[in-house]
């Protein structure tokens, strides 16, 4: 990510800021999803969404 304040999801205009932020509260793939509303629509963000919920799940998972 170079700018937090890029469209990640380009069909719900949610940036990248606002995902890994969401990623790593929820620490939840579908609860991302159901939050944020993105990878509802072409579905072409899904990997990336899913690559940064992996990233804060290795970082911010609780023992
Ligand atoms: S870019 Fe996220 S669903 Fe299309």
Redesign the pocket.
């Known amino acids: 990510m170079d700018n937090p304040d890029e469209l990640l ?4 205009r949610c940036t990248w800021g606002q995902l890994q932020k969401l990623a790593g509260e929820l620490l939840d793939f579908e609860r991302v999803v159901q939050v944020s509303g ?8 899904q990997f990336d969404v899913e690559a940064l919920v992996e990233a804060a799940q290795a970082t911010g998972a609780k023992p």
Do not use: I, P, Q, V
């Not at 999801?9 to 719900?12: E, I, K, P, Q, V």
């Open positions: 999801c380009f069909c719900n993105a990878c509802t629509g072409c579905g072409s963000c």
